[in-house]
Structures are given as structure tokens and as C-alpha cells.
């Protein structure tokens, strides 16, 4: 994969540079609430293979960021379990910005604020590359999924996430 210069250059991106980690950008017009699945539309990419990148919260309120297919929703209990937590709960919007340094609609796993630990759905792991939000909503990365693992160090999960 070829990098390709981005105008407005995200924390995300400066730390996959920094790091020699090869991606592609793709710019599409956001939409508020659109989600993944207008990501993909916009883009005319596969929904399996974006991943979401949400911001949560054990029952300590320590923040962590999971990651999973974008066409998938979230059991927090089958999550807090695999886990090793109590329970685990969505940020809200202004928790989500306030550990990860982005807004949400353009969080990115890459360069947070606060250091947290990443957790990605097996299955999303085992693709040989994924679309990954930039760090900017209207933003996706093409990386391969090893980065997560390689550089994240991210754990799987599996049956935490589920199909709609």
C-alpha cells in the first residue's frame, strides 16, 4: 500500500507515519449518525470490513476502546466477561473525546490522549487488511489488520460482538 498525503494531517496519522505503517486514506462527506454502514455506502466499501472503533468503560471507569466489524453490535455482558471486568458501558460523547483526544464520529485507535487498552472481534483481526477511521469524521485508513495486534497490541474477542 502506498501512503498518500492528506491535507489536514490527524494524531492518527502522524503516529502511522512516525512508525513506517503503510495506508491509504479514503474522503468521503460525513454524516452525522451515519455510522459505519454511510462510511461504506459513501465509499462503496464492504461494511464487514470497517471496523468501528468505540470508546468504553469498565466499572472502575477506566476507559477502553473495542474494536469490531461495522455491519456488528456490542453485547457488553458476553464483552465484560471475555474481559475480565464487572461490566463495561459505552462513553458518552463528551467521556469518548476526553480520553481519546477525537470526536466522536473520528475516533481512531491510533495516537489517543490517554493510553487505553484495545480490544478487536477475533474475526476482524484474521482479515488480511480493514478500513479504520483516520482520526477525523469524512476520514477511513486502509491498514492491515496486523497493525492492530503489531502496534496496539490489541486482544481478541469473540463472542462479545454479535450481528445485528
Known amino acids: ?11 492518527a496519522i502522524a503516529w502511522l507515519l512516525q512508525r513506517d505503517i503503510p495506508f491509504k486514506t479514503h474522503v468521503y462527506k460525513y454524516k452525522n449518525h451515519g455510522g459505519a454502514g454511510h462510511a461504506a455506502a459513501a ?5 464487514h470490513y470497517i471496523a468501528k472503533t468505540l470508546v468504553m468503560e469498565n466499572e472502575l ?10 455491519s456488528h453490535e456490542v453485547s457488553l455482558k458476553q464483552l465484560a466477561r471475555q474481559t475480565g471486568h464487572r461490566s463495561i458501558t459505552p462513553c458518552t460523547p463528551r467521556d469518548a473525546q476526553r480520553h481519546s483526544g477525537y470526536l466522536v464520529g473520528g475516533t481512531s485507535p491510533f495516537a489517543t ?3 487505553m487498552p484495545v480490544w478487536a472481534q477475533d474475526s476482524l483481526l484474521a482479515l488480511p487488511e480493514i478500513h479504520i477511521n483516520g482520526g477525523q469524521r469524512g476520514l477511513l485508513l486502509t491498514i492491515s489488520s496486523a497493525v492492530l495486534t503489531d502496534e496496539l497490541h490489541a486482544q481478541p474477542v469473540q463472542a462479545a460482538l454479535t450481528v445485528d
Open 43 to 47: 465509499l462503496g466499501l464492504d461494511l
Open 113 to 115: 490522549r490517554k493510553p
Open 61 to 70: 471507569g477506566q476507559p477502553l476502546i473495542v474494536l469490531m466489524h461495522g
Open 1 to 11: 500500500m502506498k501512503k498518500k498525503h492528506v491535507s489536514a494531517q490527524t494524531p
